[in-house]
T-cell receptor, first 112, second 116 residues
Framework: KQEVTQIPAALSVPEGENLVLNCSFT??????LQWFRQDPGKGLTSLLL?????REQTSGRLNASLDKSSGRSTLYIAASQPGDSATYLC???????????FGAGTQVVVTP | EAQVTQNPRYLITVTGKKLTVTCSQN?????MSWYRQDPGLGLRQIYY???????DKGDVPEGYKVSRKEKRNFPLILESPSPNQTSLYFC???????????????FGPGTRLLVL
């Protein structure tokens, strides 16, 4: 069974530092991988989606890489800001219909 | 405004009393899904639907039912709720099949359920 792990569970950095968030999965047979952001008391917002055939995706200060063979994805957030404080979750799609497996998330605090 | 709505947002109920949490999207999305979120466990998928009248089980379907009679609605039914179904529930939708293309999911605001 696919398992998705995110380490660390929590992270605190000073404003301006780059953030590096890790996601690992046990079965490399994925269709795509998505990174989401969740603010307290709110739903999830999709940040980036990487197709299984892609190596990375970029959007503004965000860059996500995917290494299927090693079962890893990394989300980089450049020049962090206090507004980046949130919980970040990764999820993999394990079939073509839309079966998802989520990690437990990394809670990020960016201090001014 | 494009959105996924859930009702109710908060619900306290008692064991065994049937309840329904509604989910509706106004984006003409084919794919819809239900998740529950529990501390330390992340989101776990309950059921998903690829189109009208087509649904499949996620990782934790026990104790839940769903139906997809219209494209825009995907209600979650708890026939006989139990305390272990106390959780935060999210509905989500995407334009196409989530695994087949570049479809990102749009999430509703969540329904917090407490079963006594």
């Amino acid at each position: 069974k696919q398992e998705v792990t995110q380490i660390p569970a929590a992270l605190s950095v000073p404003e301006g530092e780059n953030l590096v968030l890790n996601c690992s999965f046990t079965d490399s047979a994925i269709y795509n991988l998505q990174w989401f952001r969740q603010d307290p008391g709110k739903g999830l917002t999709s940040l980036l989606l990487i197709q299984s055939s892609q190596r990375e995706q970029t959007s503004g200060r965000l860059n996500a890489s995917l290494d299927k063979s090693s079962g890893r994805s990394t989300l980089y957030i450049a020049a962090s800001q206090p507004g980046d404080s949130a919980t970040y979750l990764c999820a993999v799609t394990t079939d073509s219909w839309g079966k998802f497996q989520f990690g437990a998330g990394t809670q990020v605090v960016v201090t001014p | 405004e494009a959105q996924v709505t859930q009702n109710p947002r908060y619900l306290i109920t008692v064991t065994g009393k049937k309840l329904t949490v509604t989910c509706s999207q106004n984006m003409n999305h084919e794919y819809m899904s239900w998740y529950r979120q529990d501390p330390g466990l992340g989101l776990r998928q309950i059921y998903y639907s690829m189109n009208v009248e087509v649904t499949d089980k996620g990782d934790v379907p026990e104790g839940y039912k769903v139906s997809r009679k219209e494209k825009r609605n995907f209600p979650l039914i708890l026939e006989s709720p139990s305390p272990n179904q106390t959780s935060l529930y999210f509905c989500a939708s995407s334009l196409g099949l989530a695994g087949a293309g570049q479809e990102t999911q749009y999430f509703g605001p969540g329904t917090r359920l407490l079963v006594l």
